[in-house]
């Protein structure tokens, strides 16, 4: 009889023999090549064992130089020999027994050191170890979990801190609609939803709740919680607790939409009221003594010159400038003249920096990318910005290039480089051009071009009318416009302000005079809802005024018939128009002074 004839050969993959494959013996015959193979790799491994009866001249130690000891293990052993490093006194693990893979210290085995459990360097490696006790343990090295051998088989070990792991479960879990609670013996005492983000503390039947908070800080400031409309709350280095707004009705906080620093509501309005300029209202006071004349101390309080750091980055002033203020929007800002109703309101309420930034035709997208809250993402031809000149552009955000022919030229950077986007006719296609000449730049792809103009207004006050002209997009050409990136666009640019005590009102879009599309007006009146919604008192209803009995007396005209069945028709009427999607002068200042006026005024504001 024949033996194979066997090699000390690591042999990588195993033959399996296939169908249609002639099973025969013989030297070379399929019947043997894998027992062949086998049997080299079982001489492989016993010359590997045979080079090393004993791993004691092949022990190496952990020093400063050689922080895991297989610097020294690869040194003195070739490829394929094993070495094992002593790892110290006091731990699970005596050595790591390594194998010299050509030059690389692959780990093989863990040895236990005594009185401890066998480590293995994974729990499949563990798991494939049949022990030759009936009690043995041992410990997966990568979790630090520990398994006993029982009938056969090992077993997970409970984790001795599963008890307290347990009860930390028990205060801290997820609800059944997945919100986040802490718990205590009486029921959930802390609370945060998942939706809107709203905070609530709960003892008993009382609620105290916090509705879209986040929270930051700073060097200026070291605990701040922002709300929807800004601060809420801020906590200063002096360690004087500040709050813009405070509103008590009842048992609860409630909304305060009138500006008041803070008021106590009762059943029939303000029982007290703290406005703005410290004046303090009190309707009726009960009291066994009152003292005056006494030493006195006040607060710190937020001023002008108090910073924070916002979710940019930037440091950004806390408080807007009140005598800044610009607008921001379509031609309801200009035309037929009407931006001198602007200029006129910002000089009756004292602005002295008033910046009219307006224009007919712009959408949302537009307002919103020239205002810096929505950059537009360019991409320029071959992935190259020119060394000089003007080239056309492509815009992610509007790649139909809806309305933007009727863009305002504005000045601003992309990868560093000062230059001014606008439309070209020519091209018809935005085109960038640099300000100055220089070397051309390659870029990775598209990128934002950040405007310059808006980060000197962006703490003060803003008025946002903006969206009018997005409501005509059609959805097969138009594929990039919805009404969710509408409103979003919107939410992101009232969040561009930088001041954390916002100044930002959002002024609602009126009806033309006809449409040629009714899906038009009903898109008009969910913009116009969802606004209202989301922004609250921030937000200025001007199609009901325009619907209003009231326009014709503000504005001084005389209504027709045919203008009554527009106004009750939900339309512009004819004797309110300039054309059909604009209002002339005397309807448009009656809007500018007694609603937008009105509403700065209502806010407290202004005086």
Known sequence: MTNINESALWEKNIHQIQRGERVVGGLDGVANVQAAQLANRTQYLKAAIDDNPDLRGFTFYITESDPDGTRAGLAATTKGQLFRVAQGVGGFISFINYRNDGGKAVAVAYSNAAGSAMAFKDVATLLAFVPTTAHALAMDASSGSLYFWSNGAWEKAPDPQQEEIDNLKQMFGLMPDGSFAIKGNNGVIFHIGDLGGIIQALEAERTLSVKNAGVLSSSELPFIILGANGLALALTKEGVLNTVSTSVGG??????????????MGQNGFAAALTTDSELYIKKLYAEEIVTGGES?????????????????????????????????SSSFTQGGVGVNFTSLAAELGVTDWNNQGQGGETSFHVAARFGAVPFTLKFPDNTLPASGSVAVACQQLPSNYYSNYLKSYDGTLHGVAGNLKWDNQLKSLSFTRAAAGDAVALSGPEDFIPSLPVTYRDGVVLLWMYKNDLKFDAVTNPEITMDTIFNNVVKTVMHVSTMVKRVVVIGVFNDSAYGNDIYKTRLAEMNRRCKEKFGPLYVDTQDYMCSAQIWTDAGITPTPSDLTMQAQGYKATSLSLDAAHLNMAAHKAVVENVIKSHLLNLNWYK
């Open 251 to 264: 048992n609860a906080l409630t909304d305060n939409p009138y500006g008041l620093a803070w008021s106590v």
């Open 297 to 329: 101390s006040s607060p710190q309080a937020l001023n002008l010159h108090d910073r924070y750091f916002d979710t940019d980055g930037n440091l950004s002033p806390v408080n807007p400038d009140m005598l800044k203020m610009s607008g921001w929007g």
